[in-house]
């Protein structure tokens, strides 16, 4: 037997309840705006999905499930991932508002891996519960489903550590406790306690609890669906621009050093090498970009340039994809500093996508210990962050993981083209939906969607997403033959 057949299911079907639990939510918020067809849409999606995923675990005889192989977690992840898509995509089509599945699982799929790319046109048509669905599945993504199922393990006798290190962003996975399923119950109480508080700041600056809780969820996820087609522009407010600006650039944190500050050691989140870089390219590139809009006369003041700057910086090195602006238009400059940092992304172990700064600093290393070998071959230089040597497993990860991501979103760029469509948009869709940020550029950029693409590039798409959120390895090595193999498990 390759795979761990029985724990398996047991957690994807504790997967399916909990997704169908959570449908739920927006089916009250659909009763109480008097939506009576989209909360039964939600209804009909979610009470089967509960009364099967629990009728399966319950029946499911026991057996060892402390057994779990890394290729199980592997397995595990991956499917969860598309299943979640694909279950949660069923409320958006039974209610007629995406009839579409294809269009509906696209949908889906950017708001589990918090990516934020639309194919709506008219978000304000939506009905109330879709639209709260649709900023929830940012939420429910954000941490990752898995986290939260891991925290429930212990009650289906299983073990955790296998997915959470398949599932976790970053090349390195750290505990912050004694076990896995305590540091998923330690992380999600951190990030409930982040939600809580920025609903709480954006409702002093006006914003319904509806408007607020949607757009915070969009936030602490770092997915960027908004409410409305003009996004966070919409409220004309710099108020909420700035708390939401704020809560991205925590999000974009590794989570694990929250658990430190909160914990009377900030020292070890101040030092931290990954921290101090993530800040740095956020100023570094607010300053440039501003200086660059004063010069070229697109705002009238440093203040308001940066403004915009600092927010749409923010929004796309964090992966959110929120926009105050359309950084389209802005000098060409500007935008190749708003592209590099799609590729960048946030810091290891948060909610953000993109290849993550941590790789990008140890890649940095490799570089100048390269360069270094070249002069003296015989010196052995190991490589360190923060003070201690990084593996050369570590090491040999990064290079592989920075090689697939090139090579990905090369190939991946040829097949889209083949839909027609100029090298910039062809390149910004992989580039956007593989590094989980939403809106990329030219035909696909802030001001546009992505409901111009073909039935076949959209499911690339739609698995770029999904892909870029389980850092690509996860779904990669599904297709390779030595994972199908009955051996060296």
């Not at 990669?476 to 030595?482: D, N, Q, S």
Request: contains cysteine; charged residues 10%; aromatic residues 12%.
């Amino acid at each position: 037997m390759i795979l761990n057949k029985r724990p398996i299911t047991k957690i994807l079907m504790a997967v399916m309840a909990l997704v169908g639990a959570a449908m739920l939510i927006p089916a009250v918020v659909a009763l109480i705006y008097k939506e009576t067809h989209v909360f039964l849409s939600f209804i009909v999606c979610s009470v089967p999905m509960i009364v099967i995923g629990l009728i399966v675990i319950k029946v499911l005889p026991p057996g060892d499930n402390n057994t779990l192989k890394m290729r199980d977690g592997f397995f595990i992840v991956a499917m969860a991932w598309t299943g979640m898509s694909a279950l949660g995509a069923l409320p958006f089509v039974v209610s007629g508002s995406i009839p579409n599945f294809i269009d509906a699982f696209f949908e889906t799929a950017s708001g589990f891996s918090t990516t934020g790319s639309t194919i709506v046109s008219n978000i304000e048509a939506l009905p109330y519960g879709i639209l709260f669905w649709r900023s929830f599945t940012h939420w429910l993504g954000g941490m990752g489903v898995l986290v939260l199922t891991i925290a429930l393990l212990p009650m289906l006798g299983i073990g955790g550590a296998k997915i959470m290190r398949a599932e976790t962003t970053g090349p390195t996975m750290d505990k912050i406790s004694g076990t896995v399923n305590d540091s998923a119950r330690k992380l999600y109480t951190i990030y409930f306690g982040v939600t809580i508080v920025e609903i709480i700041f954006l409702m002093c600056g006006g914003l319904n609890f509806f408007e607020a809780s949607t757009h915070t969820f969009g936030t602490v996820g770092t997915g960027g669906l908004s409410t409305h087609s003009q996004s966070i522009a919409a409220f004309g407010s710099a108020y909420v621009e700035m708390v939401i600006a704020v809560f991205m650039l925590l999000a974009g944190v590794n989570f694990n050093l929250y658990h430190y500050l909160f914990t009377g050691k900030p020292k070890i989140m101040l030092k931290d090498p990954e921290f101090r870089t993530y800040l740095g390219i956020i100023f570094g590139s607010t300053a440039f970009i501003s200086v660059m809009l004063l010069i070229k006369h697109f705002y009238g003041s440093i203040a308001e340039a940066f403004r915009y700057a600092f927010f749409q910086v923010v929004s796309i090195i964090t992966t959110t994809g929120y926009g105050t602006a359309d950084y389209d238009t802005w000098p060409i400059p500007c935008r190749i500093i708003i592209f590099l940092l799609m590729v960048v992304g946030g810091c290891a172990s948060s909610t953000g996508g993109g290849v993550k700064v941590i790789r990008i600093i140890l890649t940095a290393k490799l570089i100048k210990r390269g360069a270094q070998s070249r002069l003296h071959s015989s010196a052995v230089r190991p490589i360190k962050l923060g003070g201690r040597n990084v593996d050369e497993d570590t090491l040999s990860n990064v290079k592989s993981f920075m090689i697939i991501f090139l090579m990905t979103m090369l190939i991946g760029t040829v097949i889209v083209s083949l839909d027609g469509y100029d090298i910039v948009t062809s390149l910004s869709a992989v580039v956007a939906t593989l590094s989980n940020i939403g809106p990329g550029f030219n035909l696909i950029g802030p001001s546009c969607n992505f409901v111009l693409f073909s039935y076949p590039i959209k499911i690339l798409l739609s698995m770029f997403m999904i892909a870029g959120r389980l850092e690509i390895y996860t779904i990669f090595i599904m297709f390779t033959r030595v994972f199908w193999k009955d051996n060296n498990r």
